[in-house]
């Protein structure tokens, strides 16, 4: 990842908007259970919001494919490591 290809966008960057479309697409793709919280789809984002503000999400922008992605932590260094293991490759 040292190419500079991905970059973390910091959450206090974005518009409001663009910040709760981009975490109600990380609940969706994490398949939470949007009845457990009582309040839908809005109670997991907001329980995510809280997660990157304690820094344990990030959003991660690539370049090369303009696409841009909620990650755990331990998803970014897997990510990393698949990626380091590709380009020995």
Known sequence: MSDGRFIEVPHRMLPADTLQRLLAEFVTRQGYDTTDTGAGER???????AQLERGELLIVHDLQTELTEVMTLTQW????????DDEEG
């Open 77 to 84: 260094h897997a990510f990393g490591r698949q990626l380091g």
């Open 43 to 49: 109670g997991w984002t907001d329980s995510l919001r």
